[in-house]
Structures are given as structure tokens and as C-alpha cells.
T-cell receptor, first 109, second 114 residues
Framework: NAGVTQTPKFRILKIGQSMTLQCTQDMNHNYMYWYRQDPGMGLKLIYYSVGAGITDKGEVPNGYNVSRSTTEDFPLRLELAAPSQTSVYFC????????FGSGTRLTVV | QKEVEQNSGPLSVPEGAIASLNCTYSDRGSQSFFWYRQYSGKSPELIMSIYSNGDKEDGRFTAQLNKASQYVSLLIRDSQPSDSATYLCAVNNGGAGANSKLTFGKGITLSVRP
């Protein structure tokens, strides 16, 4: 039982580049979330989904997009990377409490 | 803007002592409250949830909730060096129950001195 799997673990992007952060869960959870964590700032919600085909914005959605075509997958897309998107990104799924993935550490230079 | 505030810390306690971590929240409609532990470089893990006023105990951990005063706390008894981590308070933000969106505090770093 893998839980929530995020890839990649680390990535360096140049300003203006695009990338997709992958998130997959094998627990058949309907609820999934993307958070970013900056040093000393806690976790901020970017996007969330309550089931396949349903997504909604969180607190800090600008510069990001998501899709949820299946229950298992919830990828996060960065279209034009900016230095302000340097952060650690956590995906989580939920059934009676959150299970977090191991995170993706992204640096935009 | 719904807010969750935690003492800035860091907090340092000797091994065997009680560590007390506090959290206040702004949304009176919040119904679910959580404490997560995060080791350096790792992802958060749920250690306690509480939904009703009063105390909830689980091993060395006790969560306390006072909805009238809008605070939630975590007590760690017999603190161990392995408890050294950042503790995040989280409060539900829309909806009820453990699957709702959560607003997190900034966290407080606890250091347990051997």
C-alpha cells in the first residue's frame, strides 16, 4: 500500500519554464489537495478536489492549474514558473484525516 | 481571512518534561481541529484530532479544545528527544469532518533536550 506518491522529489526550473507535479494515491480517496509550504509559513492550500472531474481553488491558486480525470491522480501544473513559486509542494488525500505525500522541493531560478 | 495562530517559538523543554503547544483560530464556525507533527525535511503526519470541547488523550499526547475561547492546545507528557519536530495546528475551513479543507498555522518547533 503506497499511500500518496509524489514525483519528482526535487526539481530546478528556469523562469518561464513549465512543469507538472504528479500525485497519485491508491487508497480510493475522493478528497485530494495541493499545498505549498514556505519556510516558517505553514501550509497554504493551492487547489483541491472532492472527486474525479471536480476541482476548486484554494487560498493561493494563481500561477497553477489542476485536473482530476481519475480518482487516483491529481496533477498540479505550473505554466510559467516564477521565483515566487520556489517552495515545497505537498499533495494529500483524505478519508477521515489527511495522508500527505513525501513532497516535491521546487526551485525556480 | 480565516486564521490560525500559533506561538512563534521555538520551544525548548528538558527530557521528561511536559511540552505545551497552543493555537488560536478566528473562525467560530470551525468544527474540526488537528495537530500534525513534521520532522525536518519530511511531510506532516497526523497525531491528534479533536472535535468536541474538553480533553482527548492518546498515549503521551493530550489535545484540549475550548470553542468558546477559540483555542486548541496539545500537551506532550514525558517529552522525548524523538518528539523534537515542528507541530502544526490545523482547523477545518469549510465543511465538517476530517475531509474538509484545512487552514494550517505556521507551526512551532519543539526541541527536547536530553
Amino acid at each position: 500500500n503506497a499511500g500518496v506518491t509524489q514525483t519528482p522529489k526535487f526539481r530546478i526550473l528556469k523562469i518561464g519554464q513549465s512543469m507538472t507535479l504528479q500525485c497519485t494515491q491508491d487508497m480510493n480517496h475522493n478528497y485530494m489537495y495541493w499545498y505549498r509550504q514556505d519556510p516558517g509559513m505553514g501550509l497554504k492550500l493551492i487547489y483541491y478536489s472532492v472527486g474525479a472531474g471536480i476541482t476548486d481553488k484554494g487560498e493561493v491558486p494563481n500561477g497553477y492549474n489542476v485536473s482530476r480525470s481519475t480518482t487516483e491522480d491529481f496533477p498540479l501544473r505550473l505554466e510559467l514558473a516564477a521565483p515566487s513559486q520556489t517552495s515545497v509542494y505537498f499533495c494529500a488525500s483524505s478519508w477521515n484525516g489527511y495522508t500527505f505525500g513525501s513532497g516535491t522541493r521546487l526551485t525556480v531560478v | 481571512q480565516k486564521e490560525v495562530e500559533q506561538n512563534s517559538g521555538p520551544l525548548s523543554v528538558p527530557e521528561g518534561a511536559i511540552a505545551s503547544l497552543n493555537c488560536t483560530y478566528s473562525d467560530r464556525g470551525s468544527q474540526s481541529f488537528f495537530w500534525y507533527r513534521q520532522y525536518s525535511g519530511k511531510s506532516p503526519e497526523l497525531i491528534m484530532s479533536i472535535y468536541s470541547n474538553g480533553d482527548k488523550e492518546d498515549g503521551r499526547f493530550t489535545a484540549q479544545l475550548n470553542k468558546a475561547s477559540q483555542y486548541v492546545s496539545l500537551l506532550i507528557r514525558d517529552s522525548q528527544p524523538s518528539d523534537s519536530a515542528t507541530y502544526l495546528c490545523a482547523v477545518n475551513n469549510g465543511g465538517a469532518g476530517a475531509n474538509s479543507k484545512l487552514t494550517f498555522g505556521k507551526g512551532i518547533t519543539l526541541s527536547v533536550r536530553p
